[in-house]
């Protein structure tokens, strides 16, 4: 593969007159297509820049999609390699899915391999699940399950891990997904703290400064890019900048970054960029094997968990006009899920469960579907859409998201869970049918 003509792309700006080396590389690509403009189409896995720049960028090179990407992980890649950096800790957030094993241990292990040194990977829950083990083989990577425990138990934790140089939040919106008491032992305490992820900030209003005010936690560095649906797409990102060839990366890393885009996007069923799918390109270029991860990741399914899965698909109810579908957590699901936690796999139960909400979208003529768990006073709703954009209504509630998939509380009141359920879907519904009417005046 021509190398030297692979960097013209990267760091050329599209002119009308394209150079030899820059023909060279599309050559390379798909010699058979005809390509027309850089600007128009990827070439390697490259992918636009928001315009006007109208130049190209490969995601193993620390700077696409979003432009600014470049400047925070090269101020992260520095810290990272500085000589008095050696106790490195990685983590993602509580219940972690696909996505937040994906960019915890794609990061653990380009961190292990560009520097030798050694990195704890923080994993919140009561077991590390077996289904991710496939992950979990590298020496230098050293997984800690942690319980999580109360943010008074910070001064335990602090004096059981010890002081970090750097630690790393993955795939973590805010400081609430985190075990609490990791959060302000080891987080807050390391030297260096860092976040990477895909989610939007969430809003809050503060009362002492009287205005509204982003939730960047990390005190060092926020590298955020909503642009992706994946966080493990942002870990691409590193390889280059910490000095590593794609095609030498240790199978650990690279499996951990499909593992994370299969995940979010649901087998890249929510990919709504060209970006995802040349990324997973170039994955498989460097060695992923697809099946096998996919396999990994998605299948060896126990019994245990699919009986959990039949238990909430068995609960799925409709409105009245059939656009949105949901299901209550009930105690049904409840003792299906405590089944899969009694024969070790808790968080595979959880994610059946979960599964299910998000297949709801996908039923015919359903608009918006969510699960319904109880939180203390409130309902707790994981909700997923086909179009309708659901982050405005978490938004509205105090939660966040992306337009298809996002998570809110709605505080019951006095109500029961069923009652709350119930006036939320016909508020909805009418939210639905309002946008629906505007798309139709619009066309």
């Not at 600007?39 to 490259?46: F, I, S, V, Y």
């Not at 899915?97 to 050694?118: R, V």
């Not at 909503?226 to 240790?250: C, H, N, T, Y």
Request: aromatic content about 8%; charged content about 30%; some cysteine.
């Amino acid at each position: 593969m021509n190398v030297n003509a692979i960097d013209a792309v990267r760091t050329t700006a599209y002119t009308a007159k394209k150079t030899n080396v820059v023909k060279n590389a599309q050559a390379d690509i798909k010699p058979a297509y005809s390509y027309n403009a850089l600007d128009k189409m990827g070439a390697l896995g490259m992918s636009m820049v928001k315009q006007p720049q109208k130049s190209m960028a490969v995601s193993f090179t620390g700077w696409s999609p979003e432009a600014h990407n470049k400047e925070k992980i090269e101020k992260m890649v520095k810290i990272m390699k500085d000589p008095k950096v050696q106790k490195i800790a990685v983590s993602g957030h509580t219940s972690p899915d696909g996505d937040s094993f994906g960019t915890t241990f794609a990061m653990a292990n380009l961190i292990n391999q560009a520097t030798g040194k050694k990195v704890d990977v923080f994993v919140f829950g009561d077991k590390f699940p077996s289904q991710y083990d496939y992950l979990n083989t590298n020496p230098d990577v050293n997984v800690i399950v942690h319980k999580p425990g109360k943010p008074e138990d910070a001064d335990k934790v602090a004096e059981k891990y010890g002081k970090y140089d750097l630690a790393i939040a993955c795939d973590c919106a805010e400081t609430k997904l985190m075990a609490p008491d990791y959060r302000k032992g080891v987080m807050s305490k390391a030297t260096y703290s860092l976040k990477i992820d895909h989610h939007p900030y969430k809003e809050e209003y503060n009362e002492k400064w009287g205005r509204t005010v982003n939730n960047k936690y990390a005190k060092t560095e926020n590298l955020i890019d909503d642009s992706l649906p994946a966080a493990a797409e942002i870990a691409m990102q590193f390889v280059e900048p910490l000095g590593l060839k794609p095609e030498e990366l240790r199978k650990e890393a690279k499996d951990a970054m499909f593992t994370g885009m299969l995940t979010d996007t649901g087998c890249f069923k929510y990919a709504n960029t060209p970006m995802t799918f040349e990324d997973a390109a170039l994955l498989m270029k460097a060695g992923v094997n697809n099946r096998e991860v996919n396999l990994n990741a998605m299948g060896n399914t126990p019994k245990v968990v699919l009986e959990a899965e039949k238990v909430a698909l068995d609960k799925i109810q409709y409105s009245p006009n059939g656009k949105i579908a949901y299901f209550i957590e009930d105690e049904d699901i409840k003792k299906a899920k405590k089944a899969c936690k009694d024969a070790g796999y808790a968080q595979e139960g959880k994610d059946a469960v979960k599964g299910v909400c998000g297949r709801l979208p996908e039923l015919e003529g359903v608009e918006v579907g969510f699960k319904v768990s109880e939180f203390g006073g409130s309902a707790a709703l994981s909700i997923r859409s086909r179009s309708f954009d659901v982050s405005e209504v978490a938004r509205s509630y105090g939660g966040g998201g992306h337009k298809n998939a996002a998570a809110f509380q709605i505080p019951k009141n006095g109500r029961t869970t069923e009652q709350t359920v119930a006036d939320f879907v016909k508020e909805l519904n009418a939210k639905i049918e309002a946008a629906e009417a505007e798309n139709v005046k619009k066309a």
